[in-house]
């Protein structure tokens, strides 16, 4: 018997941004699809515009599963788990324990095909530079939203985000930014009549 697949499903009860009065809440499952999503745009934005050769389906599988071993760790807020360079490097260790970890819960036959996901390959570097920033745009997008609905609560972190995403220096992430962007701050109606 294997419990993989139901560890992973418990992504769904991880709460993100559990220091912060949220509007919505949100759970690392929809988080990761929504990472997913904007993962595959800013791989296509880069394969369509700036003649990168992004696989954007290798990168949609990575972003699905970039958070999944929360399930194990928990959702450790940005400003602790970033607090200083012994707690960075404590928590890089931990996730590393919690993905072998869950690594053992698959068919003995299926670890070495997913290791290739969770296990991070030199391959996939650019790979991972995209799923990275598309976490960092959807952090970010949660920010518009809650900004745009009147909480107050994500301003500061919107302006850290921001200020991340251009250092990132990405031509994909800043055409996402440019054209798709404010659309998360729209209400349906306002969204409709465009």
């Known amino acids: 018997m294997s419990h993989f697949y139901a560890y992973v499903s ?29 993962a595959h745009s800013l791989a296509t934005i ?10 954007a389906d290798r990168i949609c599988t990575l972003s699905i599963f970039h ?12 400003p602790v788990k970033y607090f ?15 993905t072998d970890k869950l690594l053992s819960y698959l068919p003995s036959e299926m670890i070495d095909e997913y290791s290739k996901i969770f296990k991070k390959q030199d391959r ?29 609560e994500f301003n500061r972190a919107k302006i850290t985000i921001e200020s991340s995403l251009l250092k990132m220096e990405l031509e994909e992430v800043s055409y996402f930014i440019k054209n798709f962007l404010h659309s998360f701050s729209l209400s349906l109606d306002e969204l409709s009549i465009q």
């Open 124 to 152: 996939d570097l650019e790979s991972w530079k995209i799923v990275k920033a598309a976490d960092s745009l959807c952090a970010y997008i949660k920010c518009v939203e809650e900004s745009a609905a009147g909480n107050k």
């Open 67 to 78: 958070d999944a071993t929360e399930v194990l760790t928990g959702d450790l807020p940005t």
């Open 84 to 98: 200083n360079p012994e707690i960075k490097n404590a928590y890089k260790e931990i996730e590393k324990l919690a």
């Open 10 to 38: 418990r992504m769904k009860l991880i709460e993100r941004w559990s220091l912060m009065h949220n509007l919505r809440p949100e759970n690392v499952q929809e988080h990761s699809l929504q990472v997913a999503i904007v």
């Open 46 to 55: 880069g394969n369509k515009y700036f003649n990168k050769n992004y696989n």
